[in-house]
């Protein structure tokens, strides 16, 4: 039976370009090679299981609306489950290169979109090397999917032939607790859901009547509230500039893995620092290390701020396994510009902790699901419009804390890479498995050919951390920034009384009274309003901003 393809996952199926294929990609490794037969048995019974993968895509004949996902009659595993050597000496840069060549190649679109390479004559082992369609899932429940093929035990027997109905599969609950960043996301998603298709019924009516906004922000309270503060402020935020992260992307890539990580040491450094968590962590070594290779680059860092975006999954605890995608997007902008590890540390830790209670999640999976419902043209427009503000894409996911074993072979390392778009070349990932962390990036070949160098730079920056937390030299004294804004706010005002004291009158309320006469008071200083319409004021700016960003995505 046909199942009409959701708009999100639309959504990412229509983004797909040869600069930026939206395919998830992610590799198992393992000391010993793997029986291919238990192999073939394994994803047979467990992933092939999963109706989605025995689906293909299929245009409706009118050309016009939303695919269906229609079970390929022609389904045959061998078509996705392929076995290649490495070529001597069958190191780590082989496979390297050998997994960039197969991230490039896009997948057959009148097949199931997904592949498995087993990838034998590596160092004596081999790896597993997973690609999945964005359209699919999203990197959340992919990789539960993928996890929910691996056993607790070493000599678990061998999968049974695949039923007819999917298996509920094991829970691996406490193996894996997906730690979403923002804990708020969670509760909003029916809210967002709403919102979402609340905008798209209103984006016309936006667009030839901007009024209509104030009009909407009535109606629904904080909400539109909130959606008019955060559109404002994308419409306001700056593009970051191009750089080896971003900019003209060409088709090939490039790939690079850290050795994995002693988790112990750097709940070390975070315990130096009260309430940092490990995500701060890692995220404040990745930005040391993005400063050290901008630097290698001579490219200017001293005043430099650059934007990642991060998936937040926003799926009920419990739902996993539910393909398809549930996640919002979040920007987080990365103090490239500090040169104290400590100090770098600590404005991490304070932004990450301002988008905990920010309104950001909510509004960002609305906009997705507003994306999801226009034609293609328009949604890659959008996209290239939110998605250029930033120069990567920064995802964490804490995986199993205890070992799994696939087809009767321990899993020695995990990592996974999620696609980027737009001019974005750079894609982070932090994975941590059986008490290891391991640090993947995927970059553009033009723009940065050695991603390696930045790993390298994460290594230093990471051991410089570790040793002056040892050196019991860390000062875990409050932040306290510099308030540039009060100081030109003070300024400002000090401007203003020098001109009174001159015989000069600052401008008067730009605002009208409710009867439409202009407003006599006089302006506050650094503002076209008085003290009585500054609300007024600050609510049409944002209002005018939303109806131009709308505009700009329906030209």
Same mark, same amino acid.
């Given at each position: ?12 199926? *229509? ?12 590799? !198992? ?15 047979? $019974?467990?992933?092939?299981?999963? =109706? ?9 004949? /009118? ?34 290169? +050998? ?49 929910? !093929?691996?056993?607790?035990? =070493? ?82 935020? /700056? ?29 070390? @450094? ?7 968590? #490990? ?48 996640? /919002? ?22 932004? +990450? ?17 507003? +994306? ?24 964490? @996911? ?22 980027? *778009? ?14 290891? @962390? ?9 723009? +940065? ?16 951390? #570790?040793?002056?937390?040892? *050196? ?7 932040? @306290? ?22 015989? !000069?009158?600052?401008? $008067? ?17 650094? /503002? ?28």
């Amino acid at each position: 039976m046909a199942e009409r393809m959701s708009n999100a996952d639309n959504f990412w199926l *229509s983004m797909d370009q040869p600069t930026n294929l939206m395919v998830i990609t992610g590799f !198992m490794e393992f000391k010993k090679p793997l029986d291919f037969n238990r192999l073939y048995a394994t994803i047979d $019974s467990r992933l092939a299981s999963f =109706p989605r993968f025995q689906r293909k895509i299929v245009q409706p004949k /009118s050309g016009i609306g939303v695919p269906n996902w229609e079970a390929d009659q022609h389904f045959d595993l061998r078509s996705h489950l392929q076995r290649i050597a490495l070529p001597e000496p069958g190191d780590k840069t082989e496979l390297q290169a +050998m997994i960039a060549n197969l991230a490039v190649a896009p997948l057959d679109i009148h097949k199931p979109l997904w592949q498995v390479h087993l990838i034998e004559n590596y160092a004596g082992g081999c790896v597993l090397f997973f690609r999945i369609h964005h359209c699919i899932t999203d990197g959340i429940a992919g990789i539960y999917v993928l996890l929910s !093929m691996a056993d607790q035990e =070493p000599d678990a027997p061998w999968p049974k032939n695949r039923p007819e109905k999917k298996p509920k599969p094991f829970s691996l609950g406490r193996l894996l607790p997906i730690d979403a960043i923002i804990d708020t996301a969670t509760k909003t998603f029916h809210s967002a859901e709403k919102l979402g298709r609340k905008a798209i019924k209103e984006l016309e009516k936006v667009v030839t009547d901007p009024a209509h906004l104030k009009h909407l922000g009535k109606q629904y309270s904080c909400i539109p509230t909130d959606f008019a503060s955060v559109l404002s402020k994308y419409m306001i935020m /700056s593009t970051d500039p191009n750089s080896a992260f971003k900019g003209k992307l060409g088709v090939r890539k490039r790939v690079a893995w850290t050795e994995p990580m002693s988790l112990d040491k750097i709940k070390t @450094v975070g315990r130096a620092i009260s309430t940092a968590t #490990l995500n701060d962590v890692l995220i404040a070594t990745v930005t040391g290390a993005m400063r050290r290779y901008l630097k290698s680059r001579n490219t200017r860092v001293n005043e430099l701020d650059l934007r990642v975006t991060v998936p937040v999954n926003i799926r009920k605890p419990g739902t996993e396994f539910e393909l398809g995608n549930k996640f /919002s997007l979040v920007f987080l902008p990365l103090p490239v510009h500090l040169k104290d590890p400590i100090l770098r540390l600590k404005e991490v830790k304070r932004r +990450m902790d301002q988008l905990k209670t920010s309104p950001d999640p909510l509004i960002n999976f609305a906009l997705l699901s507003v +994306m999801g419902y226009l034609p293609p043209v328009l949604a890659k427009r959008a996209s290239a419009f939110f998605g250029n503000k930033a120069s990567g894409v920064l995802t964490n @996911v804490p995986g199993p804390r205890q070992p799994l074993y696939l087809a009767g072979q321990k899993i020695e390392n995990f990592m996974f890479w999620v696609p980027r *778009s737009g001019k974005i070349g750079l894609g982070i990932s932090i994975f941590s498995y059986d008490g290891k @962390v391991t640090v993947g990036v995927a970059s553009d070949e033009g723009l +940065m050919p050695d991603p390696e160098i930045l790993l390298e730079g994460f290594e230093e920056e990471f051991n410089s951390l #570790l040793s002056l937390v040892q *050196s019991g030299k860390v000062d875990d004294e409050p932040l @306290v920034l510099h308030d540039r804004y009060k100081e030109a706010r003070l300024a400002a005002e000090t401007e203003t009384m020098t001109e009174i004291g001159a015989g !000069m009158h600052p401008s $008067s309320c730009q605002a009208l009274t409710k009867n439409g006469h202009p407003c006599k008071n006089r302006a506050l200083a650094g /503002s076209d309003y008085c003290s009585v319409h500054r609300q007024q004021g600050a609510e049409e700016t944002q209002l005018k901003d939303v109806a131009k960003i709308m505009r700009e995505l329906t030209r």
